[in-house]
């Protein structure tokens, strides 16, 4: 019985020892838990932050997850600081300040484009901007493959942005011409290419809407766009037809032309009124206004221009009309009507005219090294075989056809004024 009652005592103890451990350790947990409440809280804070943002981001808020992810490459490409590891890959050109994207949009014949230029790293999906920073370790080398039409293709720094300066010639094709260069990477401390790319655009101009063409009806002036300016064959095609293959009129900003089209073949017809620079500084005292045609497009027929002087009439003592071919001025027989205040003559060939208030002698030289075929010479030659330069023949047969009947008119111009 004593051993019994012994036994019941020593289990009696155990099991409150063990009753005492368990409460420390409850005690302990309790302790624990309240101690870490408040980090609980803040990290709970941040962990439901933390899932909401894993949450948004795997579902409602891809789109949201996907600009950010192109906002931060953009913002590595403009940060010089933040340049990926490794060596670049290849070449990325933006936009240029007019939006015209390169190897998408139609350059334009005499003018310079500026795309800003980035290099990006294979695999990172990461760009940066081309830098004085990078080209300490490498250069650019550009080799070109295709055509001919361009005067300038590098990457060049101006005002601390590097950009890929595209020049175009100043030449009036009919048709777009493709350009293509090879353009390298590479590594100055041994010469050796990094990697090469090609790069592709077209420049020229744009064919006369077709839309507008169809849409013409008999007896219709057909405006040029100078956005748009060549007429292709089949559209001179479809005007000649209209008419019953007589003469229409062609028209644009300041000029019209009345001509027969049949048979034509394709033509540029872009406009501008820009001045030459040549003749201006020859004759710094003397006003002009000047009449360009820039293709100079010749016609089967001869046909009679008029050039609007509305806005000179006034100004001018005198109305004196003159052709600019080949690095010489000539003399040309034009009538003044009142009526439209229009200086009107004939010729198969729109070429650059120019009103001027004072006389110059017909067959003056402005620019020797055109004359004599040097190396200017190229600048009034049309690349377009269909619409040639212009000659002193053409001049002749202009002048003998408006000779007799305008031969009182020649001094009719001179005394406009008297007439009004």
Request: net charge negative; aromatic share 10%; no cysteine.
């Given at each position: 019985m004593k051993k019994a009652i012994a036994m019941l005592l020593a289990v009696s103890a155990t099991m409150a020892l063990g009753v005492t451990a368990l409460a420390d350790d409850v005690n302990q947990v309790a302790d624990t838990g309240s101690g870490s409440s408040d980090v609980s809280s803040d990290n709970t804070s941040s962990d439901t932050s933390s899932d909401n943002t894993s949450s948004d981001t795997s579902s409602d808020n891809t789109s949201s997850?996907?600009?950010?992810?192109?906002?931060?490459?953009?913002?590595?490409?403009?940060?010089?600081?933040?340049?990926?590891v490794g060596e670049p890959t290849s070449l990325v050109f933006h936009s240029d300040e007019d939006g015209t994207v390169l190897g998408e949009d139609l350059l334009e014949p005499g003018r310079e484009y500026r795309f800003p230029a980035y290099v990006e790293f294979g695999g990172q999906r990461a760009k940066v901007a081309v830098s004085d920073e990078l080209l300490k370790d490498y250069k650019f080398t550009y080799t070109r493959v295709t055509a001919s039409g361009v005067k300038n293709f590098k990457i060049e720094e101006r005002k601390g942005v590097h950009y890929l300066v595209v020049e175009t010639k100043d030449t009036t094709p009919t048709k777009p011409i493709d350009v293509k260069y090879n353009v390298k990477l590479v590594r100055k401390s041994n010469n050796i290419s990094v990697f090469s790319q090609e790069v592709k655009f077209s420049y020229?101009?744009?064919?006369?809407?077709?839309?507008?063409?169809?849409?013409?009806?008999?007896?219709?002036?057909?405006?040029?766009?100078?956005?748009?300016?060549?007429?292709?064959?089949?559209?001179?095609?479809?005007?000649?037809?209209?008419n019953d293959y007589k003469n229409v009129t062609l028209a644009g900003a300041g000029w019209q032309f009345t001509v027969n089209v049949t048979d034509e073949t394709t033509k540029n017809m872009v406009f501008t009124n820009a001045g030459i620079k040549e003749i201006m500084a020859k004759y710094p005292d003397q006003d002009f206004k000047f009449f360009r045609f820039g293709g100079k497009p010749s016609f089967n027929s001869t046909g009679k221009v008029a050039l609007d002087v509305s806005d000179i009439?006034?100004?001018?003592?005198?109305?004196?009309?003159?052709?600019?071919?080949?690095?010489?001025?000539?003399?040309?027989?034009?009538?003044?009507?009142?009526?439209?205040?229009?200086?009107?003559?004939?010729?198969n060939k729109l070429d650059t005219f120019f009103v001027t208030d004072k006389a110059i002698k017909d067959g003056t030289v402005i620019d020797e090294n055109v004359v004599s075929g040097g190396s200017n010479a190229g600048n009034n030659v049309n690349t377009d075989k269909n619409n040639p330069g212009t000659g002193a023949g053409d001049m002749i047969n202009a002048a003998v056809m408006a000779g007799i009947a305008s031969l009182a008119a020649a001094g009719a111009v001179v005394a406009k004024k008297n007439s009004k």
């Open positions: 997850d996907n600009s950010s992810s192109d906002t931060s490459s953009d913002n590595s490409s403009s940060s010089e600081d933040e340049t990926p020229g101009y744009d064919e006369s809407n077709d839309d507008y063409i169809n849409d013409l009806d008999k007896g219709d002036i057909i405006e040029i766009d100078n956005s748009r300016p060549v007429i292709t064959k089949e559209q001179f095609n479809k005007i000649a037809k209209l009439v006034d100004d001018y003592e005198n109305l004196n009309l003159y052709r600019y071919a080949n690095g010489r001025v000539y003399k040309l027989n034009a009538s003044y009507n009142a009526a439209d205040e229009t200086l009107e003559f004939r010729t």
